[in-house]
């Protein structure tokens, strides 16, 4: 397939009377395609598509579709369908009325093109350069970020089902890719009355030592099976099927090979003595090799991603020749997924330094909890982005018990290298130390000082009866000192308050695009997704600041549009 990069067509004379009629105050295709149309050009798909061969649809049209089927929810077919029945979809694409459209099969092969080059986020990041320039969002701003579970496509899968249905993708793969080669090291009969059905828990036998049986059963299997595939005489690029491959992983993290007492290999399923691989590396399915299962609090728990989304939160008053008001719409400035192990925390860099790229880069970010850390705050300050997030409050016994002397009651003096607690002894030790990569400081009190201190039993209880306290270094520590003492003033909860708008964002996503479903499998197709997502609420919400007067702001009362009337 080739590209001539042309843009969109030229809308016919024909479609756009007939649009025109049909929907005489405008529909939203129609809108983005009057205001939107620069950002949906070929240009910079250029690199994904050839110079020689059949020439294929314009992917600045496939993009422009794939925004509007997001931001409808539909599926392929109903996209597709769409673009020949939907005379404002017509308009928008540049169609003659006469279009029979494409087949709903394009838009899958268009993402898997995208997916491929890493040009998942084009469309969004031009949208965003496009709104930057219309002076709808600026750097310097407030903006807030949050996350949300994301399920994958694919079934939930025990361990036991995750073996036996592992040596079935293989099968299945290998039927197709080698069966010559399949035929002549199984027995394929046997091996199909075994796994041609899927591997189903409720097919599974009820009693405890059949499924012990079974699960050694399926092991042996995808010993055998490995084995053939690494055997010297096998084939190379036998073992680059990416099915073989996952069987392969997820042989070694459920299985353990021992030699017995006779000199015999055998498999043995792994126990909870055995040990599994962490979490962050462990496969869920043999069909997403990027879904993971992770857990929030005591309630959540899921297998597939995590999404981030943040937006800017900025209200400024003055003319805006557009809409006719001075609120600006909040529009969504990044969005990030990851597995759903990955913590919180590891992504705030990242999206910041994200923002910082395109030109948006924030001067306050509200958070929630799981984002912050001494380093971060101190990091995101050296860069002009100050953090409006709740750190972690100090963990020390004494302050979980709230009685004692936690580390805001003792004095530090970084010069002298001493630290002051509230009987007045002075720290005998400041040792420097890392601790899970990062720097600190250990600081410890002499065991006669701490033994002979009245207040000894509010101070500490460890056996050695003296106290110690881990401080981070000068910059940092004060930095979050700073943090802890003003999260709990009046204030600074005010202004928090703004963080929660976020959540209403999460909510219209998963109203709008089911964004907590994953549509595709894959990390790179599920980041193609959200940012999709992203790009149809950004336009929904331009599209409600082109049409929507003051007097019909959303979850404004007909009692204050009166007075709104009235007073004017």
């Known amino acids: 397939m080739s590209m001539r990069p042309v843009g969109l067509p030229e809308i016919p004379e024909q479609t756009v009377v007939v649009a025109r009629a049909a929907f005489p105050k405008g529909s939203l295709p129609i809108r983005v395609r009057d205001r939107l149309a620069e950002v949906f050009v070929d240009e910079p798909f250029t690199e994904a598509f050839g110079v020689r061969g059949a020439p294929g649809l314009s992917p600045g049209v496939l993009s422009l579709v794939t925004v509007l089927q997001f931001a409808e929810d539909l599926t392929d077919r109903q996209a597709a369908a769409m673009a020949v029945r939907a005379i404002d979809w017509k308009y928008a694409l540049g169609a003659e009325l006469t279009d029979t459209g494409f087949d709903a099969s ?135 099927i990416e099915a073989v491959g996952l069987l392969r992983q997820v042989l070694v993290q459920t299985y353990i090979v021992r030699t017995d007492a006779r000199g015999r290999q055998v498999i043995k399923k ?161 040792n420097p130390v890392k601790q899970h990569g990062k720097d600190a400081i250990v600081i410890t009190f002499n065991v006669l000082t701490c033994r002979d201190c009245p207040l000894q039993k509010q101070c500490t209880t460890s056996k050695a009866g003296r106290r110690m306290l881990t401080l981070r270094p000068e910059e940092l520590h004060e930095n979050l000192a700073r943090a802890r003492a003003e999260q709990k003033t009046d204030t600074w909860k005010n202004k928090y308050a703004l963080r929660a708008g976020v959540e209403g964002t999460i909510n219209q996503a998963l109203d709008i695009t089911g964004i907590r479903r994953a549509r595709y499998r894959g990390l790179p197709k599920v980041r193609l997704q959200h940012a999709f997502s992203a790009t149809a609420l950004n336009v929904i919400r331009l599209d409600a600041h082109w049409t929507t007067g003051p007097l019909d702001r959303p979850r404004t009362s007909r009692l204050e549009r009166l007075s709104y009337r009235l007073s004017a």
């Not at 394009?106 to 320039?133: I, P, Q, T, W």
């Not at 330094?353 to 395109?358: C, D, F, S, T, W």
């Not at 004095?411 to 009987?423: E, G, H, N, S």
Request: hydrophobic share 40%.
């Open 106 to 240: 394009v838009l899958c092969r268009f993402r898997a093109r995208l997916a491929d080059n890493g040009m998942e986020r084009v469309v969004f990041d031009r949208l965003l350069e496009h709104c930057k320039e219309a002076g709808l969002v600026a750097a310097g701003g407030k903006q807030r970020t949050d996350s949300t579970h994301v399920i994958s496509a694919v079934r939930d899968l025990n361990r036991l089902e995750l073996a036996g249905e592992s040596v079935r993708a293989a099968l299945e793969a290998l039927a197709v890719a080698a069966p010559a080669w399949l035929a002549g090291h199984i027995n394929v009969t046997e091996f199909a009355e075994r796994y041609g059905p899927r591997v189903d828990g409720w097919r599974m036998p009820p009693s405890r030592t059949k499924r012990d049986r079974l699960a050694q059963v399926f092991g042996q299997d995808a010993l055998a099976l490995c084995r053939a595939a690494w055997a010297d005489d096998a084939p190379a690029w036998i073992r680059e």
């Open 270 to 430: 792994r126990d909870a003595d055995d040990g599994v691989p962490p979490g962050q590396l462990r496969l869920a399915s043999p069909y997403d090799s990027d879904a993971r299962w992770a857990a929030k609090g005591d309630d959540l728990f899921w297998m597939g991603y995590k999404i981030h989304l943040t937006e800017n939160c900025t209200t400024r008053v003055g003319a805006d020749a557009d809409a006719g008001t001075g609120a600006m719409p909040n529009l969504i400035t990044d969005v990030h997924t990851t597995d759903a192990t990955v913590p919180d925390v590891k992504v705030t860099a990242p999206i910041q330094r994200k923002l910082a790229e395109h030109g948006v880069k924030p001067g306050e970010h509200y958070l929630d909890s799981g984002y912050p850390s001494a380093d971060l705050i101190t990091k995101a300050l050296k860069q002009g982005i100050r953090m409006v997030t709740p750190v972690l409050l100090d963990h020390s016994a004494q302050a979980r018990a709230a009685e004692g002397f936690a580390k805001n009651a003792f004095t530090i003096d970084w010069k002298t290298r001493q630290v002051r607690c509230p009987a007045g002894k002075t720290s005998s030790h400041w």
